[in-house]
C-alpha cells in the first residue's frame, strides 16, 4: 500500500504533513487581513473578494492534486493561488498592480494565475470558466493524460446555465473533472435558500448522473480525502463529480459591502466559532502534533513571509504603460495589422506616448 | 439630485402609476442593488413587485421578454452590461425579433437597465461600453442619459414605449448631482432628440452618457485658447439624431465623436460616416473619432489611465485636429 493509500485508509494526514496544510491556511488568513488592510490604504484598486473564513475549502482541495492536475477558480481567488503554491510576494504584487505581479499586472485581485502549476485562473464573469475547465478535462483526457481538473465555484454560480451545460458536457464526454462549490452560504446578498431550487446543491449533480457529495468545507481533512478519492476517480475512472463544501464567508462580497444588511451578527459569530484553522490547530494538539508554542511560531514565521511579501510587492516597478497593447494578440502576428493603421481612430494608431502626460 | 436618485425617482413613480410594471434583476431587493439604484423600492413595493433572480442572466432576461409579450412592462435591471453577454441571445435573437417575426402582432415593451463605464481598476472582464453592440440590432432601442434630468425623463420614456429598449447608465455618473423636473408634472424625456449642451462655432464634439461631461471639460479649456467649443450630448444612440449632428457641422466645419467604448466599428463611426456624407462640402477636415484604447482593460492603474478615453486623450485629438485647421498652435 502505497503511503497515499495509507493515509486514504485511515483518514488523517501525516504530522509534518498536517503542518504543512495548517500553515497553509494560516497563509491565506493572515494573507486576506493583510490585502484587506492595504485595500484600505488604496494600495489595491477595483474589487477584492477576500477568502477568510473558507480556508480549508481552499487548502483541503487543492493540497491533495498532483503537479499534473489543473485548476479554475472564480474572482474570489487569492485563496487559490497561494494554495496552489504562487509566491504570496507575486500574488500580492498583482493585487498591488506591479510588473511582478503572477498577470504582470495586467489582472488584479481576480485574474490571479500560475501557469507553471496549473492554475488557469481567476474568472469574473459568474459561471463563465466552468465550461473552459471542462475544456481543459477534454484535453487531459484527448492526449491521454492521467490528470484532471479542480472546477472551484460558489454556490451562486450554480444557477447560471452555463453550470448545467458543463455538467452535461462533462458527464456525457466522461471528463476527468471535479467541480468544487464552495457553498459559503450567499451570492453577494442573496442566501442560496432563496436563489437555489435544490439548496442542497451537491444533489443537482444527480441530474447529470454526476456523483455529488457535501462535505463540511470547514474540516480540512474531510475536504482533503474527499477531494483525493474524487480526483483519483476522475483520474483513473474518466468520471467527472462533484463536491459541495459547506463553508462561510467571514467578510463581505468584496472589501467594499459590508456584508451586514442580509444577514445576522449571531449567524457570523455562530460560523466564527467553527474556524477551520482554531478547529484544525486543536485537532493537531489532541494528536500530539502541535503544541501552542508551535503554533504561535507559525502564525509569527507566516506574519513575517506576508510583511515581506507586502514590503517586495510594494517597492517593485509598475508595469510599461506603453505595454497597453502588447498582450492583445500573441507576439508574431502584428504583419497582420498592417493594413488596418491608417486613418484608425485618434490613439490607436499612434500607441498612447502623445497624449500622456 | 443624483442620477441616482433621478432613476429611483422615475422607477418609483412608474411602479406606482402602473401595475404592469415590475422590476426583476439581481440583488435589487434585499441588497438595494449592487450600485443602490432600487434602494428602497423593495421595502415599498414587496417582492412581487421588485423581483430578486438568481445569477441566471439568460433566464431572467428571457423570461422578461416572454412577461412583456402578454402585457407586463418588466425593468430588468443587468448589474453592468458585461454581465448581459451571456443573454444576448435572449436580447438579440428574440426581444429584438419579436414584433417583426410575428408580423407586428406581438411586441416586447421591456427596459434592460445596465451600467456600462470603467475608471475603477475592474479590469477587463468588468470595464466594457458595450452599447454600440446593441445599437447594430434592428428592433431595439439604445438610450444613454448623461445627467440627472435625462435620466429621468428618459427612464420613464422607455418604461411606456412599447418596444425593448436597452437603458444605458453609467457608473462614474451615479453620483452626477443636477436638476430633475418638479414632483408631479410628469416630464418625460423623448427619443429620438439629441441635446446641444454646449453652443460653440468652431469645433462640434459629439458624445454621449459619462463622456459628455468629459466633453464640457474640454470645452472649458479651450476658452483660453479663445476656440469655442460645440458639445452635443446623443442621448439616444437608436433611434439617433444625426439631423442636430449635421445642423452643428455645417455651422462649426469641424466634427470629432468620443466614446468610452472602442472606436472601430463603433457609435463614432457611424456618426462620421453620416456625417461625411451629409457635411462633405462645409467639412474643413475628416471628422475625427476618439474611443478607449483598443486593448482588454488592465488592471494595473497606470496602464488604466492610459487605456481610458480620457480628458487628456480627447483633447489632444481636439487640439491636433483645430493645429490641422490651423486654429491653435500644435
Ligand atoms: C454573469 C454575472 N452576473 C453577475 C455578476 C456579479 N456578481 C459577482 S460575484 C456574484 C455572486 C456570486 O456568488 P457565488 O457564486 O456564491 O460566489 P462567492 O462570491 O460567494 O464566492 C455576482 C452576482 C457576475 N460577476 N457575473
Ligand atoms: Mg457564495
Redesign the pocket.
Known amino acids: 500500500m502505497s503511503k497515499a493509500e495509507k493515509a486514504q485508509e485511515a483518514r488523517t494526514l501525516a504530522p509534518e504533513h498536517a503542518l504543512a496544510v495548517l500553515r497553509g491556511m494560516i497563509l491565506i488568513r493572515r494573507f486576506e487581513e493583510r490585502a484587506e488592510e492595504q485595500y484600505t490604504r488604496a494600495r489595491i484598486g477595483g474589487y477584492c473578494?477576500l477568502a477568510i473564513g473558507e480556508e480549508a475549502s481552499n487548502v483541503g482541495a487543492i493540497d491533495p492534486l498532483t503537479d499534473d492536475d489543473y485548476v479554475f477558480t472564480?474572482?474570489?481567488d487569492h485563496g487559490t493561488a497561494l494554495a496552489v503554491g504562487s509566491p504570496p510576494a507575486a500574488v500580492m504584487a498583482e493585487l498591488f498592480g506591479r510588473a511582478t505581479g503572477v498577470a504582470g499586472g495586467y489582472g488584479g485581485s481576480m485574474h490571479m494565475l500560475d501557469v507553471e502549476r496549473h492554475f488557469l485562473g481567476g474568472w469574473?464573469?459568474?459561471?463563465?470558466h466552468l465550461p473552459i475547465a471542462v475544456g481543459a478535462a477534454l484535453a487531459l483526457d484527448y492526449r491521454d493524460e492521467s490528470a484532471a481538473v479542480l472546477c472551484q465555484?460558489?454556490?451562486?454560480?450554480t444557477n447560471?446555465g452555463a453550470f448545467h451545460e458543463a455538467l452535461n458536457l462533462a458527464e456525457i464526454w466522461n471528463l476527468p473533472i471535479v467541480f468544487q462549490v464552495?457553498n459559503?452560504q450567499?451570492?453577494?446578498g442573496t442566501n442560496v435558500e432563496q436563489a437555489s431550487a435544490e439548496p442542497e446543491i451537491y444533489k443537482r449533480a444527480a441530474a447529470y448522473r454526476i456523483h455529488g457529495e457535501r462535505v463540511d468545507g470547514n474540516d480540512v481533512e474531510e475536504v482533503w480525502f474527499a477531494t483525493d478519492r474524487l480526483m483519483r476517480r476522475a483520474r483513473d475512472e474518466r468520471k467527472p463529480a462533484l463536491i459541495e463544501t459547506m463553508t462561510y464567508?467571514w467578510r463581505g462580497?468584496s472589501v467594499a459591502d459590508a456584508g451586514k444588511v442580509y444577514r445576522s451578527p449571531d449567524e457570523v459569530e455562530a460560523w466564527k466559532e467553527r474556524d477551520p484553522i482554531v478547529r484544525y490547530a486543536a485537532i493537531l494538539m489532541d494528536r500530539g502534533v502541535l503544541d501552542e508554542e508551535a503554533l504561535a511560531a507559525m502564525r509569527k514565521d507566516v506574519a513575517q513571509e506576508i510583511s515581506e511579501a507586502i514590503s517586495e510587492a510594494a517597492s517593485a516597478p509598475v508595469p510599461d504603460p506603453d505595454g497597453l497593447y502588447t498582450h492583445v494578440y500573441a507576439p508574431g502576428w502584428e504583419e497582420q495589422f498592417v493594413h488596418m493603421d491608417q486613418a484608425g481612430p485618434f490613439g490607436e494608431r499612434e500607441g498612447t506616448k502623445h497624449w500622456r502626460k | 439630485m443624483t442620477y441616482r436618485e433621478a432613476l429611483r425617482r422615475a422607477l418609483d413613480e412608474e411602479l406606482a402609476r402602473d401595475p404592469n410594471v415590475f422590476l426583476m434583476g439581481?440583488?435589487i431587493g434585499r441588497f438595494e442593488g449592487?450600485y443602490k439604484v432600487t434602494a428602497g423600492l423593495w421595502a415599498k413595493y414587496g417582492g412581487k413587485r421588485v423581483r430578486e433572480t438568481p445569477?441566471s442572466?439568460e433566464g431572467f432576461v428571457g423570461a422578461g421578454v416572454g412577461a412583456a409579450m402578454i402585457g407586463l412592462r418588466p425593468v430588468v435591471e443587468i448589474?453592468?452590461i458585461?454581465?448581459i453577454v451571456?443573454a444576448m441571445d435572449m436580447v438579440v435573437n428574440h426581444a429584438a425579433k419579436v414584433r417583426s417575426m410575428f408580423g407586428g402582432k406581438v411586441g416586447v415593451p421591456m427596459v434592460i437597465r445596465t451600467p456600462g463605464g470603467a475608471g475603477a481598476q475592474l479590469t477587463a472582464q468588468?470595464s466594457q461600453s458595450l452599447e454600440a453592440w446593441f445599437a447594430h440590432v434592428p428592433g431595439l432601442k439604445v438610450v444613454a442619459p448623461s445627467n440627472p434630468w435625462d435620466a429621468y425623463g428618459m427612464l420613464k420614456t422607455a418604461i411606456r414605449d412599447d418596444d425593448p429598449v436597452l437603458f444605458v447608465e453609467n457608473l462614474v455618473l451615479y453620483n452626477l448631482t443636477g436638476e430633475v423636473p418638479e414632483e408631479g408634472t410628469d416630464i418625460t424625456v423623448p427619443f429620438g432628440l439629441a441635446n446641444v449642451v454646449r453652443e460653440g462655432t468652431d469645433l462640434t464634439i459629439i458624445a454621449h452618457s459619462y463622456t459628455v461631461r468629459r466633453a464640457l471639460n474640454i470645452a472649458d479649456r479651450f476658452l483660453q485658447d479663445g476656440i469655442s467649443v460645440e458639445v452635443i450630448d446623443l442621448r439616444s444612440l437608436r433611434p439617433l439624431d444625426i439631423d442636430t449632428c449635421i445642423a452643428s457641422v455645417k455651422k462649426t466645419t469641424r466634427a470629432l465623436v468620443a466614446e468610452e467604448g472602442w472606436a472601430t466599428f463603433g457609435i463614432g463611426a457611424e456618426i462620421a460616416a453620416r456625417l461625411h456624407r451629409a457635411c462633405f462640402d462645409e467639412l474643413d477636415a475628416p471628422v475625427e473619432r476618439v474611443g478607449g484604447a483598443e486593448a482588454p482593460m488592465p488592471y494595473a492603474k497606470n496602464l488604466e489611465l492610459a487605456a481610458l478615453a480620457q480628458e487628456d486623450k480627447i483633447g489632444a485629438a481636439a487640439r491636433r485636429l483645430l493645429a490641422d485647421c490651423g486654429l491653435v498652435d500644435a
Do not use: Q
Request: no cysteine; charged share 20%.
Open positions: 473578494h472564480s474572482y474570489r469574473g464573469i459568474v459561471g463563465g465555484l460558489g454556490d451562486g454560480a447560471t464552495i459559503n450567499y451570492g453577494m464567508r462580497h | 439581481e440583488e449592487s445569477i442572466e448589474m453592468t458585461n454581465f451571456p468588468h
